[in-house]
């Protein structure tokens, strides 16, 4: 398997990995409160980390979802800035890159 059928397999399994890591946290999100404030207060602000780190999550899998799309209509490897090619060793590197070296 090479070039971007390599890379279409990576990219789905990372995937894979951020959604259930994603899903896991929103789980954790959805706890209910404690009733002690002090407790309440400690909650607080291990959940606004954890949303801080879901919303990175969500990025991260727009961003390979987005590339995936792009594999399957063939614009995979195309800089959406100048329409030249972006290089495969920047691809392996970044394979969710949208642009070349000199455009990014």
Do not use: N
Request: some cysteine; proline content about 2%; aromatic content about 0%.
């Amino acid at each position: 398997m090479t070039g971007h059928a390599r890379i279409e397999k990576s990219l789905r399994a990372k995937l894979a990995e951020l959604l259930e890591r994603a899903e896991a946290i929103e789980d954790d999100l959805r706890h209910e409160l404690d009733a002690d404030s002090s407790e309440q207060a400690v909650d607080l602000a291990d959940d606004e980390a954890l949303a801080g780190i879901d919303d990175v999550l969500r990025q991260e899998i727009h961003e390979i979802r987005q590339s995936l799309l792009r594999i399957e209509d063939g614009s995979y490897g195309i800089c959406v800035s100048c329409g030249g090619a972006i290089s495969p060793d920047r691809l392996e590197a970044l394979p969710t890159a949208t642009r070349c070296i000199a455009c990014a």
